[in-house]
Nanobody
Framework: QVQLVESGGGLVQAGDSLRLSCEAS????????VGWFRQAPGKEREFLGS????????YYSESAKGRFTVSRDNAKNTVYLQMNNLKPEDTAVYYC????????????????WGQGTQVTVSS
């Protein structure tokens, strides 16, 4: 069993940077790939990026590529989402998820989900 808790969200201005954290309980977390998703009001949940269990492989959506970076520290059971040059359209609830399939954008491949953290970007 793996439990995920996101943190680091908040209210920022356009152009700012923010780093989200996804902290997990359970040693099994180290064997899972982790993905980041977001959901804006009235929109479907959107894949952003994923990282393999050992951190060697990453995969990003076109919307995230270039501004967002996923990394992980297995010694701390934590995965990060670094977001740079934030825009008002990045306003959403951000979720992390863990699953056994490496670097996938497919939601059903992820077994465990966090509760999400709100990111609001003002113009």
């Amino acid at each position: 069993q793996v439990q995920l808790v996101e943190s680091g969200g908040g209210l920022v201005q356009a152009g700012d940077s923010l780093r989200l954290s996804c902290e997990a309980s359970g040693r099994a977390f180290r064997m899972y790939a982790v993905g980041w998703f977001r959901q804006a009001p009235g929109k479907e949940r959107e894949f952003l990026g994923s990282i393999s269990w050992i951190g060697v492989s990453t995969y990003y959506s076109e919307s995230a590529k270039g501004r967002f970076t996923v990394s992980r520290d297995n010694a701390k059971n934590t995965v990060y989402l670094q977001m740079n040059n934030l825009k008002p359209e990045d306003t959403a609830v951000y979720y992390c998820a863990a699953g056994p399939v490496s670097v996938t954008a497919t939601e059903i491949e992820y077994t465990y989900w966090g509760q999400g953290t709100q990111v609001t970007v003002s113009s």
